[in-house]
């Protein structure tokens, strides 16, 4: 059964710095396209950065390029996604999501990220 949990959103200082992580159970973080969405109050989810089962080009979104990088640690099972110079604007739950080559999605439950000074 694939499983992921994020974990360390925060109520940070704008221009933080701040580390999620997602452990994946169920698969091998080889073996499907991994990402990670947002979704502020009354806004829709957004796709922020993915990484192919090849990871040789990670996709970042323009409303967070160059603030963001994601990385993985296969024999820890788990996905990070580091944000830099954080701002208000970035408030949101995110979400760590995990596609299948056949195009099924899962996702976790999503960590509440604060900017606020």
């Known amino acids: 059964q694939v499983q992921l949990v994020e974990s360390g959103g925060a109520s940070v200082l704008p221009g933080s710095w701040l580390r999620l992580s997602c452990v994946a159970s169920g698969f091998s973080l080889d073996e499907y396209e991994l990402g990670w969405f947002r979704q502020a109050p009354g806004k829709e989810r957004e796709g922020i950065s993915c990484?192919?089962?090849?990871?040789?080009?990670?996709f970042y979104s323009e409303s967070m390029k160059g603030r963001l990088t994601i990385s993985k640690d296969t024999s820890k099972k788990t996905v990070y996604l580091d944000m830099y110079n954080l701002k208000p604007a970035d408030t949101a739950v995110y979400f760590c999501?995990?596609?299948?080559?056949?195009?099924?999605?899962?996702w976790g439950q999503g960590t509440q990220v604060t900017v606020s000074s």
């Open positions: 990484m192919a089962v090849d990871d040789d080009m990670p």
């Open positions: 999501n995990a596609r299948t080559p056949w195009n099924d999605q899962y």
